[in-house]
């Protein structure tokens, strides 16, 4: 991209864009997100699963992954069957699923299922609660952990333990790196658009 | 990508993995992440640069942004100099700069700036404390909001609300959506693989 003239905006700018634009545009700002399916059941055994754009890893040792939550918006099962039975998968969304996994974000009348709704499959761990869904290629099983209110908007900081993870053979290197554009795993930029990727270069760790 | 075998993974394999295939393998399941640098001062005016690949989107009206940080290793400042003056940015890396940006992540010695080690050059905006990153495409203002300790493994999830903007003219279409791509924003996966992007398609609202 070519130097080009700036336009700088601030508070009072936010408040009077149109709610539409301001969403668009605040969403997008911060740069390109993970696509994930989280995938719940309630303790009555109906699936849900929903669409994220907020996982960020938290630790490897042992691994916690956290998410941003809107209890009072869309989607409105997920917290509740994590609360209620604990356990939830994060499913990792590839160009092959991208459209399913966005129709998930439909508001479905209660009772159906959004795997039924949108031909994504449910499969399952043994002795783990959650569904994941078998199309994804990578697929993570996670312990709720905690939660953490933020007083700000009343959105929840939610963070899980890590305790399966289920990915094709053969694509982790001898140090643990794995490709995620071999996956061909898809970035997000707000909450609809998709990108592909292509590796520029994986870095050495940086030295003084 | 074709349909292959899977390998499946519990807590117990995590913890006998090698420190190194583990700290690698498992920042990179979770999916792409943004690259930012977060720009800060401390009370006396000296700099600080660091790469974070936590950034979330927490709330568009007001906006808020939040991400997850490790107060006891790298990196050290940028979290003192936010409690201490209130103000940080966050700089969006794109393809011209991601060598620069991966490189504040070296241990600098006490009293040498990241900027100046890495060639970046630090900007202003009027009666806001903290610098900005002029080489950055899309600049964000924050006023630190709040912060929780994550218990599970003692880092912070910062919040930080989003008070200045600058990007470049003519990017943002009449519905506030911006291509990232064309912006050459990079994303990445963990925290040494650097990837280019390019747009597959903004989908609609989902409706059943």
Redesign the interface.
């Known amino acids: ?1 070519k130097a ?8 009072d700018d ?2 009077q ?20 399916l989280v995938g719940t059941a309630n303790p009555q055994g109906q699936h849900n699963l929903a669409m994220f ?16 939550l809107r209890p009072r918006t869309v989607p409105r099962h997920t917290f509740s069957n994590i609360l209620e039975t604990k356990y939830y998968t ?1 499913n ?1 969304v ?3 699923i ?2 399913q996994a ?8 209660q009772g ?1 299922s959004e795997f039924s ?1 949108t031909g994504l499959t449910p499969g399952f ?1 043994e002795d783990f609660y959650a569904p994941f869904v078998k199309e994804s ?2 697929k ?1 099983g996670l312990e709720f ?2 939660y ?1 209110e ?4 009343d ?1 929840l ?1 939610v ?1 899980g ?10 694509v ?1 290197n ?14 997000i ?2 909450l ?17």
């Open positions: 991209m080009q003239n700036t336009q700088t905006f601030n508070s936010f408040a864009w149109p709610g539409r634009y301001r969403a668009n545009l605040l969403n997008k700002v911060s740069g390109f997100k993970s696509a994930h754009n907020s996982i960020v890893h938290v630790g490897a040792n042992p691994p916690y992954i956290g998410f941003v994060l990792q590839h160009q092959g991208f459209k966005h129709q998930t974000s439909a508001k479905y009348d159906i709704a761990w290629h990578i993570m952990e905690e953490h933020i007083k700000a908007n959105t900081f963070v333990k890590l305790v399966m993870l289920s990915l094709p053979s053969d982790v001898e140090d643990g790196h794995l490709d995620l554009a071999s996956l061909n795993t898809v970035a930029g707000g609809d658009s998709y990108y592909q990727t292509s590796l520029l270069e994986t870095l050495p760790y940086a030295q003084p």
